[in-house]
C-alpha cells in the first residue's frame, strides 16, 4: 500500500514539472502556429488615439532615471496625448533633482514627490488615484505602467495602445529584452529564463487572450479595467493582470512594443527578488484561486504556467521522499534518486567551480533552476509569517 501510494505521489510529482516547463510550453507553441495578432487597431497619429498616462515610482534611481525620461518623451507617440505621472518614494540620492529638471522641459510630467516610503504598489494606487480626481478619464483611455530601470523605444508605447481599439483587450504588455549578460553571474540564465517567459506570454495571448501577468517592466492597461492594489500587496503586476482577466478582458502581448532593461547578474540579489515575488504570488492566489475553478481557458493556463511553477519546491521534495520509497522497486528507482541527489547539491558545485574561474554553462543553468526553487520556498515561508509591508530596495542597476 506504502509502496502504490509513493509510486503515485513520484509520477505525479515528475508529471507536473515537467508538465510546467516542458509539455505546456510545447502545447503552447503547437496551437499557437499560424495564430495572427489583434488586427483590430488605432491607425497610428490617428485623431482617435487614446489618452495615455504613463505612471510609475522611482526609489533612488539616479542611474538610470535620465535614460528613462528621454525614452518616454522621444517616443512616437503625440505628445498631446500624453502624460507622465512620476512617484518618487522617498528617494534620498539625486533622482528628485533630476527629475525636476525635465519637469521644467515637459509640462506633460506630473511629478509627486513623498517624504516617507509608500512602496511601489501604494505609490502606484495614489498616482492613479490622482488622475482619476484631476482628469476626465474616457473609457478608451489607456495606463502604461513601467520601472525606472526599462528603457522605451521610440514606438514602445504606439505599439502598446494600438490594440485598445479592440474593445475586448483590457491589457497589453511590452516585449523586455534583457541586456548585460555576463558569464560570472546568473545573467545569461536569467535571460534565458525571461525569454522562455517571454514566448509562453505570446502564445497564451494569441491562442485565447489569457496572458498570466504581464512583467512589471511595462505593459498598459485599459483605464476603466484599473482596481486600487490592496495594502501590503507586492506584486502589483499581477494583481491586476489576473483583474483584468477575472473581468473577463483579454490580456496579450505585443512583440513589437520593445523595451531594454539590464539584466541581474548577482545571485543573492536575484534569490532575495524572487523570493520577495513568490510571497506576492501567494497573495495573489489567496485573491483569485476561485479562477481555477472556472474550468477554462484562465483556468488552464493558470495552473499550468504559475501554479505548478508556484507549488515547484513541494514537488521537489515529493518526489525525492517518495523515490526514497521506491530504492526496493528495481534498478530504475536508483537511477533517478542517484540523478536526483546529483542535481541538488548542482548548486555547491557550481560554487566550487565559480571560485575556481570555471563558468560551465549547463551546470550554471541546473544550479539556477535548484537556487530559484529554493527562493520560492523561501516566499512561501515569508508569507505564512506574515507580510508586513509592500516596500523593498530595488535590485542593483547593472550601469
Known sequence: MIITLALIIFWISVGLMFHCYVFYPFILRVLSSGKKDNEITFVPNGEQLPNV?????????EKVIREKLESIFNATYPLHKLKVYLGSDNSTDNTNNIISEYVLKYPQL????YAER???PKVLDKLVNRINESNQIRSKDVFVFTDANVIFTTSTI???VKHFKNESIGLVAANIISKAVQQDGISLQEKTYTRGETAIKHWEGLIWGTMIGAFGGCYAMRADCWVDIPDNYIVDDFYLSMNVLAQGKKAISEMNAKCIEDVS??????FNRKARIQTGNLQNLSTYWKLLFRFNA????FFSHKIIRWMGPLFIALAYATNAWLLSMGPFYYFTFLLQNILLVSPVIDAIFKRAGIHWMPLRF???FYMMNL??????????TGVKSSTWTPTKRNV
Open 53 to 61: 498616462f504613463v505612471v510609475f515610482s522611482v526609489f533612488n534611481e
Open 375 to 384: 527562493a520560492l520556498l523561501n516566499g512561501f515561508i515569508i508569507y505564512l
Open 158 to 160: 504606439t505599439e502598446l
Open 366 to 368: 541546473i544550479s539556477y
Open 118 to 120: 509608500n512602496g511601489k
Open 265 to 270: 547578474n548577482d545571485v543573492e540579489q536575484e
Open 110 to 113: 506630473i511629478f509627486v514627490p
Open 298 to 301: 484562465v483556468s488552464f493556463c
